[in-house]
C-alpha cells in the first residue's frame, strides 16, 4: 500500500458515537458485516466462513477507557460486542425509561495460549433509577465491560463457555450515564445499524433473490426438460 493509502486509511474512523468524562470514555464501534448471499435473509453475517476458514460476524463493539491515573500505557482500555438485535434490545428498553434493566453478556472466543487459556469478555449494562439506599440516582445506568482469560469447554450445541472458575481478570472500567446521555449514544447505534441495513443489507437480499429465483428457474427447466 503506497503512502496516500496509508493517509486515507488513518483518517477514516468507524467510531459510531463517543462519550467522555475528564476520566472515562464511552464508544461504540461500527464492526458490521452483510450476509453471505446464500444466507441472504440473515441479513447481517452470523459466524460465516469467509472462505479461509475464519469466521464472520456482524457486531457492534463496545469499547470503555479508564485515563484517570494517565494515558498511554497508563490507560486501561476495555471491549466487548454486542450483536444489532442486542443493540436494538438495549435501545427499546432505554426508549421505555425501563425502571429495572439488566443485560448481561460473558464470551470465550480465540485460540488458547501456552496455559490453555482463551479470551474472555464481560459486558454489564444496568438500569437502576433507586440506589441500594434508597435514594434516586442521578445517573440510572451503569456500564461496566471486564476482559481477561479462562479455559474454554464445549457445550450440547457445539458452543463454548468459559469453564467455572477459569477465569481470571485483566481489566475491568465501569462508567455511570444519565439517562439523555445513554439514550443519545444508544439511538445514534441503533440509527447507524438501520442505515447500515438499507444500504448493505438490501444490495445482499436483491443479490439472493436473484440468485434463488435463478436455481428455481433453473430446476423448473430441468424439470420441464425431463418431463
Known amino acids: 500500500m503506497n503512502s496516500a493509502a496509508n493517509e486515507r486509511a488513518i483518517t477514516i ?18 464492526r458490521l458485516n452483510p ?9 447481517h453475517a452470523q459466524a460465516d466462513n469467509d472462505g479461509s476458514g475464519r469466521k464472520i460476524y456482524s457486531l457492534i463493539q463496545v469499547v470503555l477507557q479508564d485515563y484517570s ?19 436494538k434490545y438495549i435501545h427499546s428498553r432505554a426508549k421505555a425509561c425501563a425502571e429495572k434493566f439488566e443485560f448481561a453478556s460473558e464470551k470465550i472466543f480465540g485460540d488458547k495460549d501456552p496455559e490453555g487459556y482463551s479470551r474472555v ?11 441500594s439506599d434508597g435514594q434516586a440516582r442521578l445517573y440510572p445506568w451503569y456500564i461496566e465491560c471486564e476482559n481477561g482469560k479462562g479455559i474454554a469447554e464445549k457445550n450440547k ?13 485483566i481489566d475491568k472500567v465501569f462508567l455511570n450515564l ?14 447507524f445499524i438501520r442505515i447500515w441495513e438499507s444500504q448493505y443489507g438490501a444490495s445482499v437480499v436483491i443479490a439472493g433473490r436473484n440468485e434463488l429465483d435463478a436455481q428455481y428457474a433453473a430446476l423448473a427447466d430441468k424439470n420441464g426438460s425431463a418431463a
Not at 469478555?121 to 440506589?131: E, P
Open 35 to 43: 450476509a453471505p448471499v446464500s444466507s441472504y435473509a440473515h441479513i
Open 157 to 169: 450445541n457445539g458452543g463454548s463457555y468459559c469453564k467455572s472458575g477459569s477465569f481470571v481478570s
Open 121 to 131: 469478555t464481560k459486558l454489564k449494562i444496568i438500569r437502576a433509577t433507586v440506589g
Open 69 to 87: 491515573k494517565g494515558t498511554g500505557e497508563n490507560t486501561v482500555r476495555v471491549k466487548a460486542n454486542i450483536s444489532p438485535g442486542e443493540a
Open 178 to 191: 444519565n439517562d439523555m446521555d445513554f439514550f443519545i449514544r444508544i439511538d445514534e447505534v441503533v440509527s
Open 13 to 30: 474512523s468507524n467510531q459510531i458515537t463517543v462519550y467522555k468524562t475528564d476520566k472515562k470514555l464511552l464508544e461504540f464501534i461500527d
